[in-house]
């Protein structure tokens, strides 16, 4: 196990929240993030109430109707985009750092979120200023296009597992469509969120156009969904919320984007290089504490190599390095909070009631240096079934459950036996093959000889309960537009169906 080598940053954080372009304490409940690698308090915040999320909304409208944003040309407010990825660029350590504390994340990790957010602002101020207009092919006397408009006020509610990262790419491409955001950070991580209304407002940004209002789903997150004033919620989260949030957003006739739960398969055949796939396996589900939607927690491996590749990923699991994220030799960190650590535990009792043999971890590190963290072992479960609760239901921590299979039919049935479609990863030396199977797979994103990579020029999205609606790419803007069609009239003469039928009547 590994201790601490580098000294905790100071955080420097007021208990204000971010309501309405203005610097207030919030009126809600008072919320204590911790740093899970110890356990210790970190700060105190005012989390949102109801009637903050009502004073963001009445000025975010306010902001969006008023010429000095609405009137802006789209490279003009690419130009406050750009701004915020630069100061992003210019803090990145202190967000690192601050990310770490409130996390638990690796540095090397929340350095690497640091820059996707400043990389997704670029991207799509890159975006909304070369992004054009279609003139569609017209069918009568008149010119006709088809144009993208904003829809106003927009909800963004985020995880707790990927902050920084996961705020760009909602508010991101929402203001570049020339939204207000309302962003809702999850009540155990908000400080990164609050750090970051403080560069976008230092970015010149007019006010009213950005909030940052911390606090539970239940109350902050419903007043969001449920208000008349916004116009559309992007959640990122549990298939449980996203599935509440979708049934009020039906109430209201509003589009909501929905990026859920996983439990993607990471697939080994045969002729895989057994080097490559198992550092891809251990990244795919022991990288980030295992505490991601994409996690490769379901490990099906070819019958005729199972043995073989069963004992070397337990021997390479059992030698990751466990410990505090400020720790550079540290592989895997502690999970975001006691009370998450104590979830991923009981799942992996019940994964034991149900006959699972467990290979390694399964349990707390008995260091007493890591004794007050949220540290889990990085755990390897097999024999049991895939329709065990073990294997359909997202644990979201650091276990893998490794499954054989017998053929590729035996695959694709198992693999895609599941609520879920998220994601999915394939290690085999068979192009053919490989692509065979990803066309098979039901996943929103397939990966072949690696894991885990990603582009905010390539779309994201899930089938079945991993979600509704696509993030990132070129079009990731239009999520946040309404389409509009307009037709130009080219007649010289009075429509047909207008005119007088008798001299007498003209």
Same mark, same amino acid.
């Given at each position: 196990?590994?201790?601490?080598? *580098? ?6 954080? &007021? ?38 999320? +009502? ?11 008023? @010429? ?5 040309? %789209? +490279?003009?407010?690419? &130009? ?45 101020? $890159? ?27 927009? !909800? ?6 990927? @902050? ?15 939204? $207000?955001? /309302? ?8 400080? *990164? ?33 449920? +208000? ?31 990026? /859920? !739960? !996983? ?12 080097? +490559? ?9 022991? &990288? ?17 190599? #199972? ?14 390095? *466990? ?50 963290? $949220?540290? #889990?072992?990085?755990? *390897? ?16 921590? %650091? ?31 068979? #192009? ?18 690696? #894991? ?41 003469? %009075?429509?047909?169906?207008?005119? $007088? ?6």
């Amino acid at each position: 196990m590994l201790r601490s080598t *580098v000294a905790a940053p100071e955080v420097a954080i &007021s208990d204000e929240i971010l309501v309405g372009g203005r610097w207030r304490r919030g009126t809600g409940e008072l919320l204590e993030p911790i740093d899970p690698a110890t356990g210790d308090r970190i700060a105190a915040v005012h989390a949102a109430s109801p009637e903050d999320v +009502h004073i963001a909304v009445r000025h975010g409208q306010d902001a969006v109707d008023d @010429p000095t944003w609405r009137g802006l040309a %789209p +490279h003009q407010r690419a &130009s406050y985009l750009y701004r915020i990825a630069a100061l992003i660029e210019r803090d990145t350590e202190q967000l690192a750092l601050l990310q770490t504390r409130n996390t638990g994340k690796t540095l090397a990790e929340t350095r690497a979120l640091v820059a996707s957010a400043a990389g997704t602002f670029r991207f799509f101020a $890159a975006a909304a200023e070369t992004r054009e207009a279609r003139v569609t092919p017209a069918r009568g006397d008149y010119l006709s296009m088809s144009t993208h408009e904003p829809i106003g006020v927009v !909800g963004a509610i985020t995880p707790w597992n990927s @902050p920084i990262a996961s705020d760009a790419q909602k508010v991101a491409p929402a203001l570049a469509a020339g939204n $207000a955001v /309302l962003l809702k950070p999850a009540e155990w991580t908000p400080l *990164v969120a609050l750090a970051l209304g403080r560069i976008v407002m230092e970015a010149g940004i007019p006010p009213g156009l950005f909030s940052v209002l911390p606090g539970p789903g239940a109350t902050v997150g419903d007043a969001l969904v449920r +208000h008349p004033g916004i116009g559309k919620v992007s959640f990122t989260g549990g298939t449980a919320t996203g599935r509440t949030i979708g049934r009020n957003a039906a109430e209201k006739i509003m589009p909501v984007s929905l990026e /859920l !739960g !996983g439990k993607s398969p990471n697939v080994v055949f045969a002729d895989a290089s057994l080097e +490559h796939a198992i550092a891809g396996l251990l990244f795919g589900i022991f &990288s980030s504490s295992g505490q991601s939607c994409v996690a490769g927690s379901r490990i099906f491996v070819a019958e005729v190599i #199972y043995d073989q590749l069963l004992r070397r990923l337990v021997a390479a699991t059992r030698a990751l390095r *466990v410990g505090p994220g400020t720790d550079p030799r540290t592989q895997v960190g502690p999970l975001v909070h006691p009370d998450h650590r104590d979830r991923v535990a009981a799942m992996v009792d019940g994964a034991r009631l149900e006959g699972a043999r467990v290979h390694c971890g399964g349990a707390a590190p008995t260091d007493p240096e890591l004794g007050t963290g $949220a540290y #889990y072992l990085p755990t *390897v479960l097999d024999g049991l079934d895939n329709s065990a609760a073990t294997c359909q239901e997202e644990i979201f921590g %650091p276990v893998a459950v490794v499954l054989p299979f017998h053929d590729e039919t035996d695959l694709i049935q198992q693999a895609n036996d599941t609520s879920y479609g998220l994601a999915c990863g394939i290690w085999t030396s068979d #192009y053919r093959k490989a692509w065979r199977i990803g066309k098979a797979i039901q996943a929103g994103t397939v990966w072949v000889n690696t #894991y885990k990579q990603f582009s905010i020029s390539t779309p994201f999205s899930g089938v079945k309960e991993s979600g509704l609606g696509t993030e990132k790419g070129r079009d990731g803007i239009l999520a946040y537009t309404h389409q509009k069609s307009i037709y130009i009239g080219l007649n010289d003469q %009075p429509l047909p169906w207008a005119e $007088a039928s008798s001299p007498d009547e003209r």
